[in-house]
């Protein structure tokens, strides 16, 4: 497997990561532990070092099963996490949003036993709290660096005024965002910006929520705790008429014998090169699948091809439901 450094930090992990959420959250019921534990490990024997969780999923079981799954290899990966949520008194979701200092300092904590290490990698803001001024956050992460806790800082689904300030106070090494084929929206600002000041990137979704490896269309049914069920895009009537970039990818890949998830990734990695796609999956010959495509190179021809056909194909529906929209920093 390739590496890639994170911008300017020197954090260097493997150029495909692993999204572990979707073993505990978000995609339908969790998956078998001890199954999850095994494709973990077995991904590291494939050359993946770079692996994404947070407290929120679960909560807290997906950074428990990351844990125990890597414990056999410390200092041989990276692991981020992610803080900033709380559970609402209203409702006990997670869906109240808390950057405090204080909150940072207990979260922390928790993170480093579940995950059983002395030091998070990558820590990052999950979504940017409007209540607390994100110098105070960054302050924070910057003293639990000092302290040896974190290594790195990062935000996700930060806006570049909230990342230019955050740098200011503690290097951002990484943002992570939503990027794919499916949404390229931080090409206008967050590409730019992000290479200006030298901060990586982490596309999550790389793969559309699963909606580019060609797998599903107007007729597939979620489970009833799958988040797609209220994702708009994800509508029957957007999925049919989101089919057209679906096609495109697949005819690619056909021609380069291929699969469309390899030739969407292999799309995000001919980007930058520090960019690192983090995609997820519960199952074993998806994840050889998703680290082929960093062996699949994309001439320039074909990427202005891409560049040619997607630019006139509109992908319908948003991509969050309302409520998660208003949580996204612009």
Known sequence: MQKRKLGKSGLEVSAIGFGCMGMSFGYGPPADKQQMIALLRTAVER?????????????????????????????????????????????????????????????????????????????????????????????????????????????????????????????????????????????????????????????????????????????????????RNVVPRFTPENRKANRALVDLVSRIAAEKKATPAQVALAWLLAKKPWIVPIPGTTKLHRLEENLGGASVELIPAELQEIERETSRIEVRGERYPESSQRMIDR
């Open 47 to 227: 050359g993946v070092t770079f692996f994404d969780t947070a407290e929120v999923y679960g909560p807290f079981t997906n950074e428990e099963l990351v844990g125990e799954a890597l414990a056999p290899f410390r200092g041989q990966v990276a692991i981020a996490t992610k803080f900033g949520f709380r559970p609402d008194p209203a409702s006990g979701r997670w869906s109240a949003l808390d950057s405090r200092p204080e909150h940072i300092k207990q979260v922390v904590e928790g993170s480093l036993k579940r995950l059983r290490v002395d030091a998070i990698d990558l820590f990052y803001q999950h979504r940017v709290d409007p209540a607390v001024p994100i110098e105070e956050t960054a302050g924070a992460v910057k003293e639990l660096i000092l302290e040896g806790k974190v290594r790195h800082f990062g935000l996700s689904e930060a806006g570049v005024k909230t990342t230019r300030r955050a740098q200011a106070v503690q290097p951002v090494t990484a943002l992570q965002s939503e990027y794919s084929l499916f949404w390229k929206e931080p090409e206008a600002e967050i590409l730019p910006a992000l290479e200006e000041l030298g901060i990586g990137f982490v596309p999550f979704s790389p793969l559309g929520k699963g909606f580019l490896t060609g797998k599903i269309d107007e007729s597939t049914a979620f489970d009833s705790s799958d988040f």
